[in-house]
């Protein structure tokens, strides 16, 4: 898995979003370090959507614009930790190696 779908499973790990709102999160969480773009992510969040990872649901916002608010499935909560999990094994192994000199 890469890592933006890390990424974005985790994200919506924390509840359920609309597109704009995950590039948002995605830009604050990472002090700008990550910068989806639209064209990145809605292919990623319909591939999830077919993998049955995640839902999707129109609903009218608080402004009265119709927003499409995805959220995550057992499935996808699962995937999300274990995706998580492997990063940090991942991560601890890359700074071990870093670390040993």
């Not at 614009?65 to 991560?91: F, I």
């Amino acid at each position: 898995m890469s890592n933006l779908c890390l990424l974005l499973l985790n994200l919506l790990s924390r509840g359920e979003m609309y597109g704009y709102e995950i590039l948002q999160a995605a830009a604050v969480r990472s002090a700008n370090a990550f910068e989806f773009k639209e064209g990145t992510l809605y292919p990623a969040l319909h591939q999830f959507e077919k993998k049955g990872l995640v839902r999707s649901q129109w609903r009218t916002g608080d402004n009265g614009r119709e927003r499409k608010y995805y959220s995550l499935t057992a499935k996808g909560r699962t995937a999300a930790q274990k995706y998580e999990r492997q990063w940090q094994h991942l991560a601890g192994v890359v700074n071990a190696v870093l670390g040993s000199k």
